[in-house]
């Protein structure tokens, strides 16, 4: 799975004091800790599947994929395409384009964009321009063709139903006649012959603004990550951070805020970073986040528990990261990409649930490795107890771009590329 580290720049110069600090960062090597040997998940390969790629649909990354509930089929996002393939043959059954056409479903949602008095093109009340409006507006279609980007993001198997998030543009007309494009997030259910069967709009709020990072449905409520640029308050406690996931009813109105960023990651700088998003698990009656960086699982306004049997902590990227940030930018470099490994020698990728169970897939850095890292995979009971865990190496020449699992067949599934082609390896759980 290819790694992206968002990098956020501001101007700042560094301080004598800060470079001496800095050294320090180079040279900083995450102290290995004593892990014990406990019982092993065992995988099992049952098959190596070919994906069929024609003209329409090349795979060029899988950022997202899900099984459905009988395993005979499943879902992998390719940026702006969704298909859907025959789990036992590899080929193509069904493929779903993000359209500029979804972007309509957000104006007739009844959905208005959010009021804010600190942005000049928010001051006032508005709407969302179906694409009947457009010429009166002055916006052609290769005009919206051109701002209008919509893109999936995540596909999930929730309930034994297959919903899938996308990121939609849509635009509305400030009172001076200024042209501004919103990103919300559109969730889709599936029926069980891939059609679109119902759609979601999530309000946007002016310090909760949704975004495709990841989000689940349970009986009662929507989740989903969101970003913001203000701090507020949690639980009226007078400790303020920056929200990062919301509850939201099965119409998509915004009821609560149920995450924010910890106080880890305000020490690294807030608000400027919007990309950090939790994985969103629901285990039993919990809906747990799991943070890139963070080593806790959190669950709605609370700690949960931490994660356990790990050969390093993140402790010390937390303190370093903004020194080093400052180092890049008086040196107009790029952050080295093994500098942040050893800051954060540990990266949660993602996570499912089965069974009531938590599994966890966590990356490590590990220079000893081939590849310089593994993949570290836990079972946890739905109260934090550590039951089984399993390491897995990448391979140079067929790497794992992206994990899935088939609760059906219980299967990990390793979505791979090699020079010559896309597979999905089975790999069964006991």
């Known amino acids: ?20 600090k800095t050294k320090h960062i180079l040279d900083y090597q995450p102290k290995v800790i004593e892990t014990v040997k406990i019982e092993k998940i065992n995988l099992e390969l ?12 090349i795979l ?20 702006s395409k969704l298909a859907f393939y025959d789990s036992q043959t590899g080929k193509i059954v069904k493929v779903h384009i993000a359209s500029t056409e979804f972007s309509d479903l957000i104006a007739k949602s009844g959905k208005t964009p959010y009021i804010d008095s600190n942005r000049r093109y928010r001051k006032e009340q508005s709407h969302f321009l179906s694409k009947e409006e457009y010429l009166e507006h002055g916006i052609t279609e290769e005009l919206a063709d051109s701002f209008i980007k919509n893109r999936f993001s995540i596909v999930r198997n929730i309930n034994d139903t297959i919903y899938a998030s996308l990121t939609a543009y849509c635009p509305f007309v400030t009172s001076k006649s200024e042209k501004v494009y919103d990103n919300i997030p559109i969730i889709f259910k599936f029926s069980k012959d891939f059609e679109i069967s119902e759609n979601v709009v999530l309000e946007l709020k002016k310090d909760k603004h949704a975004i495709s990072r990841d989000f689940i449905s349970t009986n009662k409520n929507l989740y989903s990550t969101v970003s913001s640029l203000y ?28 995450s924010y960023q910890s106080p ?72 080295e990409i093994d ?61 794992i771009r992206q994990f899935a699992f088939n609760k059906y067949d219980k299967e990990l599934v390793l979505f791979k590329k090699s020079k010559t082609s896309w597979t999905a390896e089975k790999w069964r759980m006991r």
């Open 339 to 399: 500098v942040m490994a050893r800051l954060f020698p540990i990266k949660i990728m993602d996570a499912f649930e089965s069974d009531n169970k938590l599994y966890p897939i966590i990356l490590v850095w590990d220079k000893n490795k081939p590849m310089g890292f593994y993949y570290l995979i836990q079972e946890y009971t739905s109260d934090g107890k550590l039951l089984r865990e399993v390491a897995l190496d990448d391979e140079p020449e067929n790497q």
């Open 264 to 335: 880890n990651y305000l020490t690294m700088g807030g608000k400027r970073l919007p990309w950090v998003a939790p994985r969103i698990v629901s285990v039993g009656d919990n809906v747990m986040m799991l943070y890139p960086d963070e080593l806790t699982v959190f669950g709605e306004n609370k700690k949960m528990f931490e994660l356990q049997n790990l050969p390093f902590k993140n402790d010390s990227g937390f303190v370093y990261y903004q020194d080093y940030q400052r180092y890049c930018r008086s040196k107009e470099m790029q952050p």
């Open 46 to 57: 049952s098959e190596s599947l070919n994906l069929e790629e024609n003209e329409d649909f």
């Open 231 to 258: 701090y507020e308050p949690i639980n009226n406690s007078g400790f303020q951070s920056i929200p990062t996931v919301a509850k939201y009813d099965k119409k998509g109105n915004y009821l609560q805020t149920v």
């Open 1 to 20: 799975m290819k790694l992206f580290i968002l990098i956020l720049l501001t101007f700042t110069l560094i301080s004598p004091k800060c470079t001496m």
């Open 60 to 79: 060029v990354n899988v950022t997202s994929a899900a099984f459905m509930n009988d395993g005979n089929h499943f879902g992998v996002i390719n940026g």
